[in-house]
């Protein structure tokens, strides 16, 4: 039988060969044909989408055929356009991104690894200079990694515009109408609606033909042949006790809404589509992928870091002049700095002390500070690993510790010429640390003074001292002095941490006739030739802050957040239509009809035929029909 | 130190062994079972001629893969109870994984603190996850001719484990004190299994596209127990698919973690950048799935290269390259 008689008896009048054609090809493959008139609402892809409608003839790249007409500068344009929206380029590039993505792991990156920059350039000085020209060193801002995930994004976004103006129309147009045959789509079954389903309907029919021959003549002249017609309104054939096809197509109706489902009536059947939510969570992931890509761009320009070294009883002002350094963003202005103090009053250390095999591992560490806030009150606070501290609109982490000496040096005039706290800056894990003792005060020459520390100093054999343990149960400090000019003066900086000795004479120390000075704290030694005197009045450690402000990070967060949504429902929300469809039998007698119901995925939609089979029987228990056997 | 600790640490490594020895007799079981296999379907091929008889289980409408008869058995047709030797390999499977479990408990109960602080812990609580997975897996397909796959990639893993990752029980470094700890890991464990899976998937699609581009091929002849070519795809897919919101989930608990921990929340870290290849090449596979001419052999192939990375993630990242991820305790 031809779709063409199949459709004249049809009592369907409304249906057209969009249905035919619905039914034949099993979709309505409306995209890439017509994308003005959304009639299916099926999401639009790009042309080399598995999805999409399969190209009529030649490459889909362009159909680069003899018979292609010239292309004009706009022609070119748009081929170039869609080269780049398409599928193949979108996967292309983003293999290229994950490779491109392995250098910056391979070789220490300036940004996390400063110091690997360095000792690489050491290590590699012919391969340095090649790789540092190829921006490896900064790979993740070089302009080869911004091409390709900037092209990424534009693919992108060249891809979810349209899709999503097409998906937006999509939203507000009805279920397609109703294929003439729904016996090739997915979960097709049909349930004959007859006395051999209905259990009142054999009965009541009996019933009513040998109680009067008058009841039977009105049946047969009202209209049995007209099958679908009901007693207005009723829920059941009068005469047939079987349920009025009206009422099982409104009941699928209402039972399809009931299940999410965007419902529309085309006669005798209902069609019935949902899952918009699919291509919309499909949208909003990979807009909200371009919204972290935004917010990570644009907001590191207003945001800052900055780091500052905090000894014990100090206090730092949230201001520019109190950083050790600082790293503002390109559109970073004073003002963004808020005014707090923060003072650490106290910072410990846990250690393990049972286990052998991580003897002196740190288990904690535990800084307490104070906050004071612009006219805020004041707060004690536990900043700690893992625990950062928020205050004045930044984040304030502590990312490293360390011991830092209280000294006095008095210079030969007996005078005192240095009373500070210097911070040593740890060298092992047993905290073996290092510092520079800088005395430009002192008359009559200015001193010098390389300290390593020991907090649980130990004797090797080779008698130089070591670190046994990281806290400090037998503390030391020993310094190796120098005398003259320091260079202070010169106005060429110089670091704390270190003392250029070339150009001073040593006077205390290996290379002089004064072995190094041995500190423990509460001591004091006279320095060589009467150059003054040094006392170690205690210990006391230190913490080095980071302080961040990044407001964009509420953002980055809020689009990942977004996009793990949108994945989620893009993934796993599935798109099907579903129809119900009665089916008059022919010759029927008695109005006895066949309900059909059948499915069609759009997508990926493992669970449509068990969709399909629990919409019917839903349906048929609600109608009050078996299902045969 | 505490003597529990060291017993408990030493009941879990025999233990482990214990596991390691059980999985060996599920991973021979398995293998026998598809020699079995071939042999059953050389007699089948003897007996009847027309042996295949067509179990289409995926039909493309327009490029939309419509399944009919999901619930149709993937053990080809042989009755859903799969030979004595697959029946043996569950078997030995779930009591290797329950000697494996209890391992996992000590190790945790010996450190007091979950057992993934660690290469060597990671990667016992890793294999022991990866086969739970697998097992769970079968109620809702039947995927047990993976057996051979996940039984051989665990002997592998554990061993590998136990002789080059081993450490004692330490606590942890301060940084790793936070329940991010148990969340992102844990996920990111989870993920890794469900990748295993797709992996050993994609391997079959393979060989199954493989042996259909060839009238009859004498070799490999268990395979035609296996589901065909395009019903592995789909299965591939819907597992790497679990894997990958899994993978995206660790990507942005890890980026939170950072934060609170580094005081940023993404620095470049070589395993951030290991775990961000790993998210593209599986976002890549998704995409190449869905571009024409690239579902089937060549986005399987994608999903073997993802799993690669991850394995490379797994060892080489974590052992020899220098980052802020460097708690292998090696």
């Known amino acids: 039988m031809s779709p063409q008689s199949d459709r004249d008896t049809d009592t369907d009048a409304g249906r057209d060969t969009d249905a035919g054609r619905d039914a034949d090809a099993g979709r309505d493959a409306d995209t890439g044909r017509d994308t003005d008139t959304v009639s299916g609402g099926d999401p639009m892809r790009p042309s080399d989408h598995v999805d999409s409608a399969a190209p009529t003839g030649g490459d889909d790249a362009g159909d680069a055929g003899v018979t292609q007409p010239t292309l004009g500068f706009t022609g070119y344009v748009r081929f170039f356009w869609r080269q780049l929206t398409s599928m193949r380029t979108a ?67 060249g891809c979810i515009v349209p899709r999503t103006r097409h998906h937006w129309q999509a939203l507000r147009t009805r279920p397609p109408r109703t294929p003439a045959r729904l016996g090739r789509l ?113 907001g590191g320009g207003f945001s800052y870091t900055g780091q500052r070294l905090l000894v014990e009883g100090q206090t730092f002002s949230n201001v520019l002049g109190s950083y050790d350094s600082f790293n503002p963003g390109r559109w970073f202005t004073q003002s963004d700095l808020q005014g707090y103090n923060l003072t650490l009053d106290k910072f410990t250390t846990t250690y393990e002390e049972r286990n052998l095999d991580a003897l002196g591992q740190p288990l904690d560490y535990t800084a307490e500070v104070t906050a004071r806030e612009k006219g805020g009150q004041e707060r004690t606070e536990r900043l700690g690993v893992n625990a950062p501290l928020s205050v004045g609109g930044t984040n304030v982490y502590l990312l490293g510790n360390g011991y830092a000496m209280q000294v006095t040096v008095r210079d030969g005039d007996g005078n005192v010429a240095f009373k500070d706290v210097v911070p040593f800056l740890p060298e092992d894990s047993n905290y073996t640390s290092t510092g520079v003792i800088k005395v430009p005060d002192a008359k009559p020459s200015q001193l010098g003074m390389v300290g390593f520390f020991y907090p649980t100093a130990s004797k090797l054999g080779s008698g130089a001292f070591a670190s046994a343990y990281p806290d400090a149960q037998n503390p030391m400090l020993t310094l190796q ?67 961040h402000h990044d407001p964009s990070q509420a953002w980055v967060a809020g689009f990942a957040a977004l996009a793990v949504l949108g994945l989620l429902t893009s993934l796993f929300v599935p798109r099907r239509r579903v129809w119900v469809k009665a089916v008059p039998r022919r010759g029927a007698e008695h109005g006895e009809y066949d309900l059909e119901y059948a499915g069609l995925a759009r997508g990926e939609d493992p669970n449509l035929e068990r969709a399909v089979a629990d919409i019917a029987r839903r349906h048929l228990s609600d109608l009050g029909v078996r299902i045969p056997a | 130190m505490n003597d529990l600790t060291t017993n408990l640490a030493t009941y879990s490594v025999v233990l482990t062994y214990s596991a390691m020895a059980v999985y060996v007799i599920a991973f021979i079981s398995f293998a026998l079972d598809m020699a079995k296999r071939s042999g059953e379907v050389t007699a089948a091929a003897a007996g009847r001629a027309p042996a295949a008889e067509p179990r289409t289980v995926a039909t493309v409408q327009g490029g939309t893969v419509v399944l009919e008869r999901v619930d149709e058995t993937t053990d080809g047709g042989r009755g859903g109870r799969g030979t004595k030797f697959e029946r043996v390999g569950m078997a030995m499977t779930v009591l290797a994984l329950i000697l494996h479990v209890a391992a996992v408990v000590l190790r945790g109960i010996a450190a007091d ?99 259909q581009g060839r009238p009859v091929s004498k070799q490999l002849r268990f395979m035609e127990t296996l ?35 580094w005081g940023r929340y993404w620095g470049w870290d ?54 802020l991820h460097s708690y292998s305790g090696l």
């Open chain 1, 91 to 157: 996967l292309f590039l983003l293999m290229l991104l994950a490779l491109a993505a392995i250098p910056g792991s391979l070789v220490p990156q300036r940004t996390a690894d400063p110091n690997g920059v360095v000792q690489y350039k050491a290590d590699h000085p012919q391969l340095f200079p090649v790789l540092d020209t190829l921006q490896v060193f900064d790979t993740y801002t070089s302009v080869w990694f911004s091409a390709i995930y900037l092209l990424l994004f534009v693919s992108l976004i």
């Open chain 1, 186 to 298: 997915a979960g097709h079954r049909s349930v004959p609606v007859d006395a051999t389903t209905v259990t009142g309907a054999a009965s009541t029919a009996t019933g009513a033909n040998a109680a009067t021959g008058a009841n039977a003549a009105t049946s047969t002249a009202t209209g049995a042949p007209a099958t679908s017609t009901t007693d207005a309104g009723g829920t059941t054939d009068a005469a047939t006790g079987l349920p009025s096809v009206d009422h099982a197509i409104t009941r699928a109706a209402v039972l399809l809404k009931r299940s999410g489902y965007r419902v529309e009536r085309f006669g005798d059947s209902v069609s019935a589509e949902r899952g918009y939510l699919r291509e919309t969570g499909n949208l909003v992931f990979h807009t909200a992928l371009v919204g972290v890509l935004v917010a990570v761009g644009l």
């Open chain 1, 481 to 547: 002095v120098y005398r003259g000019d320091l260079g202070l003066d010169s106005g060429v900086p110089q670091s704390v941490y270190s003392l250029d000795t070339s150009g001073l004479e040593q006077i205390a120390g290996r290379q002089s006739k004064t072995a190094s000075i041995e500190l423990k704290p509460g001591q004091t030694q006279q320095l060589p030739d009467g150059t003054g005197s040094i006392t170690f009045d205690g210990v006391k450690r230190y913490v080095s802050l980071d302080v």
């Open chain 2, 113 to 211: 603190r979950v057992p993934w602080g660690n290469m060597f812990e990671f990667s016992l609580t890793g294999t022991a996850l990866i086969t739970l997975i697998f097992l769970l897996v079968q109620f809702w397909q039947n995927l047990k001719f993976l057996g051979v796959f996940i039984s051989g990639l665990t002997i592998i893993l554990l061993g590998i484990a136990t002789v080059n990752y081993y450490v004692p029980v330490r606590p942890l470094v301060p940084a790793l004190e936070s329940y991010w700890l148990v969340i992102h890991v844990f996920v990111a464990i989870a993920g890794t299994g469900f990748f295993a899976l797709g992996a050993g998937l994609a391997v079959a699609q393979l060989v199954q596209t493989y042996r």
């Open chain 2, 227 to 261: 589901p065909d070519a395009e019903r592995l795809e789909v299965l591939t897919y819907r597992v790497l698919l679990v894997g990958f919101v899994l993978w995206t989930f660790t990507l942005i608990a890890g980026a939170i973690w950072a934060e609170r921990a």
């Open chain 2, 270 to 323: 070589t395993k951030e950048v290991w775990t961000f290849i790993i998210w593209v090449l599986y976002a890549g596979y998704i995409h190449a799935r869905a571009t024409r001419g690239w579902r089937g052999a060549r986005s399987s192939w994608l999903a073997l290269i993802g799993f690669a990375a991850v394995m490379f993630n797994f060892s080489v990242v974590n052992v020899f390259f220098k980052g």
